[in-house]
């Protein structure tokens, strides 16, 4: 004869550990999820042609980048979500524009970056 048993599990969601970017402040984690968000080749050519045209619109990246529009929409969807883009819908067309104030979070960032390396002139390895 068979015999089955059943485990019911119940989680408690007081207990449950605190997710990793909790123990970071909102800064760090803003600017991790911008670099996380560039961390991708077509990304980086986005924000340069952006940079170069000024504002463009989707259609106009199919045509300079190598790859397929869904593919392009996809990687405009990661940059806005991480605000180093903005959109604005003009009938059927989506301009984006680069988001200048994210890119100063990250320009002050690297600053304080390199001010820290020259002033210490530290020779590690």
């Known amino acids: ?13 007081n207990t449950m550990g605190i997710s ?14 911008m670099l ?3 961390a991708h080749p077509a990304r980086i050519a986005i924000i340069e042609h952006l940079l170069k045209v000024n504002t463009c619109i989707c ?3 199919v045509n300079v980048l190598p790859l397929a529009q869904p593919t392009i929409s996809q990687h405009l ?3 806005k979500q991480a605000n180093l883009i903005k959109g604005s819908i003009d009938g059927n ?5 680069v988001n200048e104030e994210s890119f100063k ?5 690297f600053g304080l970056i390199n001010e820290e390396l020259i002033s210490k002139n530290t020779k590690c390895c």
């Not at 004869?1 to 969601?13: E, P, R």
């Not at 990793?20 to 999820?33: G, H, V």
């Not at 979070?105 to 960032?109: A, K, N, P, S």
């Open 77 to 79: 969807k990661e940059l």
């Open 36 to 38: 996380k968000a560039m």
């Open 93 to 97: 067309t989506i301009c984006y524009c």
């Open 59 to 61: 259609g106009d990246i």
């Open 105 to 109: 979070i990250l320009q002050r960032y």
């Open 20 to 33: 990793k970017t909790d123990l970071f402040n909102e800064e760090q984690n803003k600017i991790a999820n």
């Open 1 to 13: 004869m068979l015999k089955l048993s059943i485990v019911i599990l119940q989680y408690n969601n």
